[in-house]
């Protein structure tokens, strides 16, 4: 259960400073009555205080990073990522009572807690249920369920793949997955459930109601849609298809799970020739205005990997990411992002303003909002 973050600043009679409950842990003890306050009291006092505002410049550049595991844990803790990806060798040799107690320690580590996050798609891609002391079964791919029982397949199979995933502390799966193809032949096909525009759209919407339902967030991908382009793995992907095919075909999974209630769209390293020629989605200021703008979503923005091959040969990634309006960096090389990034703001590349409007989202949508 992600603790719920309220920032105060209440001038009391024994001048108590700025109270950071939940989310954010204090130092601080105060002896008198008054901290004996429930949160929700505290929170009526500066309702209108954003997270934003209680933290330092290095912990809100912090917070705009998903970081993934490494050896160096201690380390990456100390600055407060906003979260922390785990792939499959995160869970090798551990029980569910171990990763428990993994992730829990990441959790106290921190000032704020993060999002653990996870790629549970099924099929190709497991990072939990390939494990045989975490799941009975490894999760097989969308279209496996499609094929056996329909949409009610996938709610099942969703429904007990969030049970699973909450019960060891995840609350982030990058999932599901939006993009539209047909054709076997297409890099992203295994991982998509292989239907027509529509109906992904109706999948997508009830993955992402099943997930809200069981209390783990959703975070759709791959925005603006992958379409039957290369692997960002290995390479740049160029897109060269009309706006129009966006709007009539890929964006329709988006905007379904959007309405449904997504938590999270993920976007990916292909160029989209028809809003930016030069730059890549995930740093291209005119995919996230679409997002924004045209779709109307007020979540989260996800990159994809930064690590990815796709991103090899563009200077100040990091700095391009926030920029063109991404909440969160998905990072393997956490050091050279968060300094990269923290220079930015205090040279002033990077607005302040800006930094705080994707720490204000990040920590309200922890504390449900």
């Known amino acids: 259960m992600l603790k719920k973050l309220i920032s105060v600043f209440a001038v009391l009679s024994l001048s108590v400073f700025a109270l950071s409950a939940c989310g954010i842990k204090s130092d601080n003890t105060v002896s008198d009555t008054k901290s004996s306050q429930t949160t929700e009291e505290i929170a009526t006092l500066n309702p209108d205080v954003e997270p934003a505002d209680s933290m330092t410049l290095e912990e809100k550049v912090g917070q705009i990073f998903m970081v993934r595991c490494s050896e160096n844990m201690d380390e990456i803790l100390k ?11 995160d869970f090798d040799d551990l029980s569910k009572e171990q990763v428990k107690a993994k992730i829990d320690g990441y959790k106290s580590a921190m000032r704020v807690e993060p999002y653990i996050a996870v790629d549970e798609e099924g099929g190709t891609v497991v990072r939990v249920s390939n494990h045989k002391a975490l799941s009975p079964n490894k999760y097989e791919s969308p279209q496996h369920y499609y094929k056996q029982g329909g949409i009610p397949a996938i709610i099942e199979i969703e429904t007990e793949k969030a049970k699973l995933l909450t019960s060891l502390g995840i609350s982030m799966n990058l999932a599901p997955v939006a993009d539209i193809t047909t054709n076997p032949e297409d890099f992203i096909y295994d991982r998509s459930i292989g239907l027509d525009p529509q109906s992904t759209a109706d999948y997508v919407a009830d993955v992402v109601k099943v997930m809200k339902k069981n209390n783990i967030l959703s975070c759709m991908k791959h925005f603006p849609g992958y379409g039957s382009n290369v692997d960002t793995h290995t390479g740049i992907a160029v897109d060269e298809r009309p706006l129009s095919q966006f709007k009539e075909n890929d964006f329709l999974p988006f905007e379904s799970g959007i309405n449904a209630g997504a938590d999270a769209i993920l976007v990916s390293h292909n160029i989209i020739t028809c ?57 393997s090389d956490f050091d050279t992002a968060y300094n990269e990034v923290l220079n930015a703001v205090k040279n002033g590349t990077i607005p302040e303003e800006t930094l705080n409007a994707a720490v204000n989202r990040i920590v309200n949508k922890k504390n449900g909002k």
Do not use: C
């Open 275 to 331: 809003v930016d020629e030069t730059q890549p989605a995930s740093i291209s200021p005119a995919i996230h205005e679409i997002i924004r703008n045209d779709l109307g979503f007020t979540g989260l923005i996800l990159t994809d990997d930064m690590s990815m091959g796709a991103m090899a040969n563009y200077g100040t990634p990091y700095v391009k990411a926030v920029l063109a309006g991404n909440d969160m960096i998905i990072v």
């Open 79 to 89: 600055k407060n990522p906003g979260a922390i990806i785990m792939f499959s060798n």
